[in-house]
């Protein structure tokens, strides 16, 4: 009768205490995430999830190398290339570094541009993303290709430290990864936007809400944690 009453004059019931009463909550998503979507919601939880996972790749490495006897290579002479006879420290990382920075620059504007529903323009500025990426993921690929010519395996190098080598190729291709996976997903969503199909709301992935282009922010999320997370990597792997 209580429950009768309560719906015929409109009030809300009370929810209950405790945890049940979060779980409640966030089950009828009355206050949860209020000012944001669930596929936000979802991306900011997958966000934390991967933090966690690149944090104990890092501190892994960092406890690895205070704890080691063993000498640790020094990055400048690992990671240097030679041009004209001329070995230049930490030349390509900085390059790859300023291409991933860039990156997250051009995915900013196509989100600006994607909510004026500018879709020649978003879909380019992500296109050029996606190739900023790619071409990241090729310089690390070279990167490796170098290393690995130079004797360097995950289980020991020529430099010193064997531990070098195994975390060396668990951080990076862990993080080259992710820029694969979401240079695939921008050229995907960028054809989307290419052809109009959220001006259309054409059926299909992220396509159904007409004049939506929340798709593209999620994205831009996606690739802005993964620029932050080179950061970490480029200042305690090859700064230090």
């Keep these: ?39 936000k919601a979802m991306m ?34 690992v990671f240097s290339l030679n041009i004209g006879g001329t070995p230049l420290p930490l030349l390509l990382i900085a390059i790859m570094t300023f291409i991933l920075i860039s990156s997250s620059g051009t995915m900013a504007m196509a989100v600006n541009f994607g909510y004026r529903r500018d879709r ?14 790619a071409s990241f ?8 290709t170098k290393l690995i010519g130079e004797g360097v395996r995950p289980w020991g ?14 951080i990076t291709g862990f993080h080259g990864t992710h820029v694969s996976i979401g240079v695939i ?18 059926r299909g992935f992220f396509t159904g809400r007409r004049g939506q282009y929340e798709i593209v922010e999620i994205l831009g999320l996606y690739w802005h944690f993964v620029d932050l997370v080179w950061v970490f990597i480029f200042a305690l792997f090859y700064l230090w």
């Design 137 to 144: 993921v090729g310089m690390q690929a070279f990167e490796w």
């Design 185 to 202: 997903f921008l050229i995907w969503v960028a054809r989307k936007v290419w052809r109009g199909d959220f001006d259309q709301g054409r």
């Design 157 to 170: 190098n020529p430099w010193g430290a064997d531990q070098f080598g195994s975390t060396f190729f668990m």
């Design 44 to 77: 900011w939880i997958f966000l934390l999830s991967d933090t966690f996972i690149f944090s104990c790749f890092l501190l892994s490495y960092m406890t690895v190398r205070m704890s080691t006897v063993v000498p640790w290579p020094n990055p400048s002479e």
């Design 1 to 39: 009768m209580v429950d009768t009453a309560l719906r015929n004059t409109g009030e809300a019931a009370e929810q209950p205490d405790g945890l049940r009463g979060v779980v409640s909550d966030w089950a009828s998503d009355q206050r949860a995430f209020k000012s944001a979507s669930w596929g």
């Design 120 to 133: 020649k323009k978003t879909a380019i500025l992500m296109l050029v993303t996606a190739a900023l990426g």
